[in-house]
């Protein structure tokens, strides 16, 4: 294994699930629902393997479909205009998105500015392309609704004259913090001062809670022309074994990712690409009934675990729940996660993983709560048993 790689061995991800099948305990660390999208979704995927349409390669930059239908998705929710011809590609997952985009337009030696804790595959695909990960800290604040949020500061002191870009993430996974318009506007304003490509990963665009609202990076004046906007369907739709993902960005953004796309996978997921056309023309109803369903899941997880002495940072968007574990006399993520099957029967992810000062992120923990009630239910049974 190089040099750039040997750092990241196997992903939380993996382990944490194989852990949960070789324990039998309840799964509540990998972000995968336990029910599938919608019913006419998966027709739809059905029709057009029979029809013939997508079981051999689709055209590089994506069906046409598919493009289309992103680039209306995108108007439709946002008042963005794309053309799905020049502005829109689609890829193998939001993952692939991501790889793309830091091997197309990070230099070996560039700084990448990145939010911490970062979803894993970020900082493995900055060392992939041979950028120096710059990571900014969200910071714990637990007066009143406790969140974690980003200093403005701090953010602006990480840039340097060889950063190259900023790598955003909201809703934020692990953290569930959404940011706001006034913290978007801020980064907007560095990006534009200094002149810095943003590669903004939205893929919970649709999974926002209460008073948040998701705001896109690309809709600040001067980011259409400098965001790469990541979304995926595995989210907004419960595929996530399907990896149809895509990003929307100007004609000479999205042929610089393309270049790399095409020697990652060349194409992917050709039927399902169809589908995923029909499910971003859903109505509206779709989309605020999945988000419903999973706002009474955080409040019902959020509560459970408050209730079996965690400190539970409520998330404002994400189907993820970070808590604290010091108030159970727990320091070490790590160590609790690991031992959590055996003792409650349950797993989660420790956040210490999307640090780099692990230091900071030791005493926090991540659960889903995109699992069925019942679920739920019977993994806070467990966590309060164990307390
Ligand atoms: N970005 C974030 C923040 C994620 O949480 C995930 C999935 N866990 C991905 C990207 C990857 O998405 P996909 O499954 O579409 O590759
Ligand atoms: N994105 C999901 C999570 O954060 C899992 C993705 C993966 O397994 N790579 O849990």
Known sequence: ?????????????????????????????????????????????????????????????????????????????????????????????????????????????????????????????????????????????????????????????????RTRLLLINTPHNPTGTVLTRAELAAIAELAVERDLLVVTDEVYEHLVFDAAEHVPLATFPGMRERTVTIGSAGKTFSFTGWKVGWITSTPTLVAAVRSAKQFLTYVSSGPFQYAVAEALALPDEYFSAFRDDLL?????????????????????????????????GESDGFAFCRALPERAGVVAIPNAVFYDHREAGAPFVRFTFCKQTGVLEEAVRRLKAAA
């Open 296 to 328: 009474a899941k955080r409040d019902l997880l959020s509560a459970g675990l408050a209730a079996a002495g965690f400190t539970v940072f409520r998330p404002a968007g994400t189907y993820f729940v970070t808590t604290d574990i010091r108030p159970l």
């Open 1 to 161: 294994l190089n040099r750039r790689l040997a750092e990241f061995g196997t992903t939380i991800f993996a382990e944490m699930s194989a852990l949960a099948v070789r324990t039998g305990a309840i799964n509540l660390g990998q972000g995968f629902p336990d029910t599938d999208g919608p019913e006419e979704v998966r027709e739809a995927a059905v029709r057009a393997l029979r029809d013939g349409r997508g079981n051999q390669y689709p055209p590089g930059p994506g069906v046409p479909e598919l493009r289309g239908a992103v680039a209306a998705h995108q108007l439709r929710r946002y008042g963005l205009s794309y053309d799905p011809d020049t502005e829109v590609l689609v890829t193998a997952g939001a993952t692939e998105a991501i790889a793309a985009a830091l091997l197309a337009l990070v230099e070996p030696g560039d700084e990448v500015v990145a939010l911490e804790p970062y979803y894993d595959s970020y900082a493995a695909c900055i060392a992939m392309a041979g950028g120096t990960r710059v990571p900014v800290t969200l910071r714990p604040h637990v007066e009143g609704e406790a969140s974690f949020r980003l200093d403005l500061d701090e953010l602006r002191d990480a840039v340097t004259d």
